[in-house]
C-alpha cells in the first residue's frame, strides 16, 4: 500500500473536539473528544442517559453544542462567536447533511404515505431525484430489504421488523456514507435481531459506510462493530475492538456495566 492510500484509509470522517453539551444546567457530553475514520463501524454503549444518542443527534444537526467543535470530511459544523460554537448557516451545512442518514429508534415514518414514497420524497425534498427516479430508487432498496411487495401499503400495515427495513432503506435512499443507528433492535422481536445484523452487514459490505449504531445488545454490538466505545456520563471510559473491550476492559465502570469483577 502506498503512503497515499495509507493516508486516505486513515481519514477521519468524524471528529468530535472537546464538544460539551447539557441539558438544562445538566451535563450530557462533557469535553468529549471522538475521531472515526472513514468506513469504520461503531458500537456505541454504556447506561441509559451516559450522553449516547446526544452524539447521533449532533450529527443530524437535531442538537447543537455548548462547546467545541464538529467535523464531518474535515468540514466544521460551527463557527466561535464570542466564545459560542454557533451552527453554519443552513447553504454551507447542506454538503454535511447530504453525508449522513440516520435509523431512528421508533423508525420515524411518514403514517399517511406509503412505504414507497416515504423512501422516494426524501430524495425529492432533498433535490436529489424527481418523482420517477426517486421511485425507481425505492423499489431497488425496498428489493435489499426484502419489501419490494410491501411498495403500496402504509406503514401502520408493517410488522415492526418491516417499518425498521423501510426506514433503513429511507436512510439509504440519499445514499449516506455515514449511517447512524438509534437502538436499532429494541423495539423488535429477539428472532428479528440476527436479520438486523444480516442486513446491516450487507449495507456495510455494499456501501462502504461509516456506521454509528447505539445499542443496548451487548452480542449484537460484538458482531457489528470493528470498534465498541463505552460511554459513562457523558465520557468515553473505553475504546476498543471489540473482541479486547468484552475479555478484558480495563476501566472499572466498563467491568461493573458488563458484570465482570473490579
Ligand atoms: P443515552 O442515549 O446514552 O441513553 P441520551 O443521549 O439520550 O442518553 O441522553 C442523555 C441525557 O440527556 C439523558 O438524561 C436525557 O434525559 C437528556 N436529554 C436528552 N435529550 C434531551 C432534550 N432534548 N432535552 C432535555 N434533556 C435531554
Redesign the pocket.
Known amino acids: 500500500m502506498s503512503k497515499m492510500e495509507q493516508k486516505a484509509v486513515s481519514r477521519p470522517i468524524i471528529e468530535l473536539s472537546n464538544v460539551s453539551k447539557a441539558?438544562?444546567g445538566?451535563s450530557?457530553l462533557d469535553n468529549l473528544n471522538l475521531v472515526i475514520p472513514k468506513g469504520q463501524k461503531v458500537a456505541l454503549l454504556?447506561?441509559?442517559?451516559?450522553?449516547?444518542?446526544?452524539?447521533l443527534r449532533i450529527l443530524m444537526t437535531l442538537?447543537t453544542i455548548d462547546a467545541g467543535q464538529v467535523r464531518v470530511g474535515g468540514q466544521s459544523m460551527y463557527e466561535e462567536q464570542s466564545g459560542v460554537p454557533r451552527l453554519l448557516p443552513e447553504s454551507q451545512l447542506r454538503s454535511v447533511r447530504a453525508r449522513i442518514g440516520m435509523v431512528f429508534q421508533h423508525f420515524g415514518l411518514f403514517p399517511h404515505l406509503t412505504v414507497l414514497s416515504n423512501i422516494a420524497l426524501p430524495q425529492i425534498l432533498n433535490g436529489q431525484a424527481r418523482k420517477a427516479e426517486a421511485e425507481a430508487r425505492a423499489l431497488d432498496l425496498l428489493q435489499t430489504v426484502g419489501l419490494a411487495d410491501k411498495a403500496h401499503l402504509l406503514p401502520d400495515q408493517l410488522s415492526g421488523g418491516q417499518k425498521q427495513r423501510v426506514a433503513i432503506a429511507r436512510a439509504l435512499a440519499l445514499q449516506p456514507d455515514i449511517l447512524l443507528f438509534d437502538e436499532p433492535t429494541s423495539a423488535l422481536d429477539p428472532q428479528r435481531v440476527s436479520e438486523v445484523l444480516d442486513l446491516l452487514n450487507v449495507i456495510g459490505e455494499t456501501t462502504g459506510a461509516t456506521m454509528l449504531l447505539?445499542t443496548h445488545e451487548m452480542e449484537f454490538a460484538r458482531q457489528f462493530a470493528d470498534r465498541v466505545l463505552f460511554?459513562d456520563h457523558g465520557q468515553i471510559v473505553e475504546d476498543g475492538a471489540p473482541d479486547l473491550v468484552f475479555t478484558n476492559p480495563q476501566d472499572h465502570r466498563t467491568r461493573a456495566f458488563l458484570g465482570l469483577p473490579a
Open positions: 441539558f438544562n445538566v450530557v454504556g447506561p441509559s442517559g451516559s450522553g449516547k444518542t446526544t452524539i442538537e447505539v460511554f
